[in-house]
């Protein structure tokens, strides 16, 4: 079965910077578009990043546009998120997702099929 697992999470104060791993497992990595959502208390998951499965494109939240950035290994089955600049607002945990259908590309949850269990992100002084 497919499985997602992230790691990299952790306290970290306003502007500094840490990078979220998620390695994959059970699927032909290399087909799959990958994306990043994230869920704050008391607020609903939200789309954060998604990289095509070529890794030739990137979109972005306008929320960490410039600040974040998303890529890939196909050859060791990893997705990456480097948080730059990071927020109070990005606290938040962080799943690692990929799609029902292989080549397909989309920025809504609702077509997200696998998750990772998440890992927490907390950015406080």
């Known amino acids: 079965q497919v499985q997602l697992v992230e790691s990299g999470g952790g306290l970290v104060q306003p502007g500094e910077s840490l990078r979220l791993s998620c390695t994959a497992s059970?699927?032909?990595?290399?087909?799959?578009?990958m994306a990043w959502f994230r869920q704050a208390p008391g607020k609903e998951r939200e789309f954060v990043a998604v990289i095509t499965w070529s890794g030739t494109s990137t979109y972005y939240a306008d929320s960490v546009k410039g600040r974040f950035t998303i890529s890939r290994e196909n050859d060791k089955n990893v997705v990456e998120l480097q948080m730059n600049s990071l927020k109070p607002e990005d606290t938040a945990v962080y799943y690692c997702?990929?799609?029902?259908?292989?080549?397909?590309?989309?920025?809504?949850?609702?077509?997200?099929?696998?998750w990772g269990r998440g890992t927490q992100v907390t950015v406080s002084s």
């Open positions: 997702a990929a799609p029902g259908e292989a080549e397909s590309l989309s920025v809504g949850r609702s077509q997200y099929a696998y």
């Open positions: 059970g699927l032909t990595f290399s087909r799959y578009s």
